[in-house]
């Protein structure tokens, strides 16, 4: 199961996911297992989208892989995860705050959930700039991420709090704190979706930019086929707790190969083409 | 087709708290005129803070516009000047869809209950039997059937496409001739969506239904309506026939919402991305957004 074997040709992925699967409670004594069976990798510098609809398993996913599943004995992950070649699975408290707090930064949906309502945007950022700067230092490496996040005017938003800023300047926000721990992988959980379309063709933009002048690696999940298609190298397509597909964008929007995937762009594409009605994929639960 | 329910030069205030660099007050909407015709489209799109959902909810008569700002008529007849009856026919005829159906129904009520409790309200049956059958009638108008399963089921028992089913069921049982959708499929997954606008223009098209439909899905505006409102900042900057507006935008605002559309295409959509400033918005406008 070590990887010698692809020591030549491939790099090492950054994120090797081998058979991983989730089982949560949803009631008394009921279970579902939410994720089964998925391998993925990452490599580094790569950007790589998962994308389904709700219940598909994708949160779950990423939430295994940051080590943010809930603690408790009712909650069973099996399967491999490795980072750089560390197994994750079954490690301790300590070890996922060493991933989480240096290599690993995270976007999320809300950014109001997670950011501080108590503390200045300038103390949020630099508190996760890695430590041993002096204070004039630090607040200088803060403005310098937060510009790279796309935050023209940091020097004027560092004194703020978050109520004071609009939804896309706290996504990046988010972003920049994710950047400030120079971190090998960013995921990012639906980063634009709360986002108006103005402002999300902005904040991916700024997301793309920075990625790719840190050459950081990127693991995104949307629902949206349209933000996959623009900002990852490589694409998964998950179906209720499995992957069913997986390729270059080309190849998964120009020639897909599910069924479920086909199906999915065809009812997309009915919102742009000349039909009369939408199409509504036979995979559709509702 | 006549229009029915018209807003006009309709304008709202809020005023805020005492918070320190805030004005104290805010005028959501600020001299709209819009009109809805049962059989028509129409949409309002804008993004957050343009003030449409203040519109839905003064068009609903669910808050007043101001004193000396403008009206909103059904029929004709102003919604502050209507006795009793009309205030009644009013609500029955004008029905609404929110984003958030789970937010929109009482989880310790079931589906049959939901939808006979409107019945009731609006004395349109009183027998048990009558109400039992209109409940029948409107779940199967939006195809949730076999209707006695569903009648049973809690909302948490049902998914979020089902959910909104059920109110644009207890919106259909009164007979509307217009529905106000706030955002009424922002929150679905796409085919989902898909499902739900067939059923709007079903609807549309069998019981002569008029929408207002809200929202800042371009996409959806597209594929759907027939005429537009653009509204920013509390203003309508701009309104056409939906076709006129996509092919000819007379506002920079309008051609910014436009291109602002993502494209499920990798070449289109990293164009998409690129060819936008990654600058923030300013920072001014930001606080107000």
Same mark, same amino acid.
């Given at each position: ?46 950007? !790589? ?13 990423? $939430? ?24 994750? !699975? ?9 991933? $989480? ?35 004039? $230092? ?64 902005? !904040? ?61 762009? $065809? ?20 | 087709?006549?229009?029915? +329910? ?108 939901? +939808? ?71 929150? +679905? ?101």
């Amino acid at each position: 199961m070590t990887s010698n074997e692809n020591s030549s040709a491939q790099p090492e992925p950054l994120i090797d996911v081998t058979d991983l699967s989730v089982t949560l409670p949803t009631g008394q004594r009921q279970f579902v297992r939410a994720v089964k069976s998925v391998s993925l990798k990452v490599y580094p510098g790569e950007r !790589v989208g998962i994308v389904g609809e709700s219940g598909s398993g994708k949160s779950v996913t990423v $939430r295994a892989i940051s080590g943010l599943l809930p603690e408790s004995p009712l909650v069973e992950v099996g399967g491999s995860i490795r980072f750089r070649g560390r197994e994750l !699975v079954g490690a301790s408290a300590r070890d996922w705050q060493d991933i $989480r707090s240096k290599r690993i930064g995270m976007i999320f949906q809300d950014p109001m959930s997670y950011l501080n309502p108590t503390m200045t945007i300038g103390r949020q950022v630099r508190e996760a700039l890695q430590r041993g700067r002096s204070e004039d $230092r630090s607040m200088d490496a803060a403005m310098r991420v937060m510009e790279l996040a796309g935050l023209s005017s940091a020097a004027d938003l560092i004194g703020q709090y978050p109520f004071q800023l609009s939804g896309g300047m706290r996504q990046r926000v988010l972003i920049a704190i994710a950047l400030a721990k120079s971190p090998e992988l960013i995921v990012a959980d639906e980063p634009t979706t709360a986002l108006d379309a103005t402002i999300q063709r902005r !904040v991916l933009r700024s997301l793309d930019d920075s990625v790719t002048r840190l050459g950081t690696s990127l693991l995104l999940i949307t629902h949206d086929l349209a933000v996959v298609a623009g900002l990852c190298d490589r694409v998964y397509v998950m179906f209720r707790g499995e992957i069913v597909e997986s390729g270059t964008a080309e190849q998964i929007y120009y020639n897909p190969q599910h069924d479920y995937t086909k199906d999915l762009l $065809r009812s997309v594409r009915s919102f742009t083409d000349d039909s009369e009605e939408l199409y509504v994929s036979e995979y559709a639960r509702d | 087709m006549h229009a029915k +329910l018209v807003a006009t030069g309709v304008s709202k205030t809020f005023h805020r708290k005492r918070m320190p660099g805030a004005a104290p007050t805010a005028k959501a909407v600020d001299g709209v005129t819009i009109s809805v015709a049962p059989g028509d489209f129409t949409a309002i799109v804008g993004e957050s803070g343009s003030g449409k959902s203040t519109m839905a909810r003064i068009m609903l008569g669910l808050i007043e516009p101001d004193h000396d700002g403008g009206t909103v008529t059904y029929d004709g007849i102003p919604l502050s000047e209507m006795n009793r009856a009309q205030s009644m026919k009013f609500r029955s005829s004008v029905q609404c869809v929110l984003q958030d159906p789970s937010a929109a129904l009482n989880p310790r009520k079931s589906v049959r209950q939901v +939808l006979a409790e409107v019945v009731k309200l609006h004395g349109i049956a009183t027998t048990k039997a009558d109400i039992e059958a209109k409940v029948h009638e409107a779940l199967s108008i939006v195809d949730l059937t076999p209707t006695a399963t569903y009648a049973d089921r809690y909302p948490h028992q049902l998914s979020g496409g089902q959910r909104q089913r059920v109110l644009i069921a207890r919106a259909v049982i009164l007979n509307p001739a217009i529905i106000i959708a706030d955002e009424a499929v922002s929150a +679905l997954d796409v085919s989902v969506k898909a499902s739900i606008l067939n059923l709007l223009g079903r609807l549309r098209r069998e019981l002569n239904i008029g929408y207002l439909f809200i929202t800042h899905d371009l996409p959806v505006v597209q594929k759907v309506a027939d005429y537009v409102y653009v509204m920013k900042n509390g203003q309508v900057v701009e309104e056409a026939a939906k076709d006129e507006l996509f092919a000819n935008p007379k506002t920079t605002y309008t051609r910014e919402l436009l291109a602002a559309a993502p494209l499920p295409d990798p070449k289109l959509a990293r164009d998409w991305i690129r060819s936008t400033t990654p600058q923030t918005e300013a920072i001014g406008t930001a606080l107000v957004d």
